[in-house]
C-alpha cells in the first residue's frame, strides 16, 4: 500500500528519486532534464511535494509549483506545474503515478490553483497515456523544451 508523505524538495529521498528520473531521462533522450528547478518553490502555499512509500522505501514522487502567465509562457495565471512525477521502474503498473498525480490535483485546487499543466515528452508514452487517461488535454508547448519536436505539453482545469 503507497503512504504518500509531504516533503521538501530538499529531503533526502526526493534527492534519491529525482537522480533516478533524471537516469531515466538520459536513457530516453540522452541527457538530464535541464528545467531549473528551486527547492522553495515546491513549499505551500505557492507549491507542494510529495513522496511515495511502500514498507518505509521511497518508491514514487511528484510536486507542483506556481506558475502564473508571463510574456514568453503561455501559461495562465491560477497555473500549477506538475513536476518531477516519478514511480521506481520496481514498482510500477500498481496505480502509484495515478494516487500520486491525485494528490497532486487535490492540493494544487486547495491551494487556489485553477488549472494543472504539465510537459513531457513523445519518448514516455506511459507518461502520455496516464495524463490524457486522467483528463488533461494538450495545450500549447511551454517551458525549456518548448521548441523540441519531442516535447508534449498537456493542461487540466482543476475543480473549485
Not at 494538450?138 to 517551458?143: E, K, L, V
Request: glycine share 10%.
Amino acid at each position: 500500500m503507497l503512504e504518500l508523505r509531504t516533503v521538501g524538495y530538499d529531503h533526502p529521498d526526493v534527492a534519491v528519486l529525482v537522480a533516478a528520473v533524471q537516469r531515466e531521462y538520459v536513457q530516453r533522450y540522452g541527457d538530464e532534464d535541464a528545467t531549473p528547478v528551486d527547492p522553495a518553490e515546491f513549499a505551500p502555499p505557492r507549491g507542494f511535494f510529495t513522496v511515495g512509500y511502500v514498507a518505509g522505501t521511497p518508491v514514487a514522487c511528484g510536486g507542483w509549483r506556481a506558475r502564473d502567465g508571463g510574456p514568453d509562457e503561455p501559461l495562465r495565471d491560477g497555473d500549477a506545474e506538475v513536476k518531477r512525477m516519478f514511480v521506481l521502474v520496481t514498482h510500477r503498473g500498481r496505480g502509484y503515478a495515478r494516487a500520486v498525480l491525485a494528490e497532486l490535483e487535490r492540493t494544487a485546487a486547495a491551494a487556489g490553483r485553477r488549472r494543472a499543466v504539465l510537459e513531457t515528452g513523445t519518448r514516455q508514452p506511459e507518461a502520455v497515456a496516464l495524463y490524457t487517461s486522467a483528463g488533461y488535454g494538450p495545450t500549447a508547448t511551454f517551458g525549456v523544451y518548448r521548441h523540441s519536436p519531442n516535447c508534449r505539453c498537456y493542461a487540466k482545469i482543476l475543480p473549485r
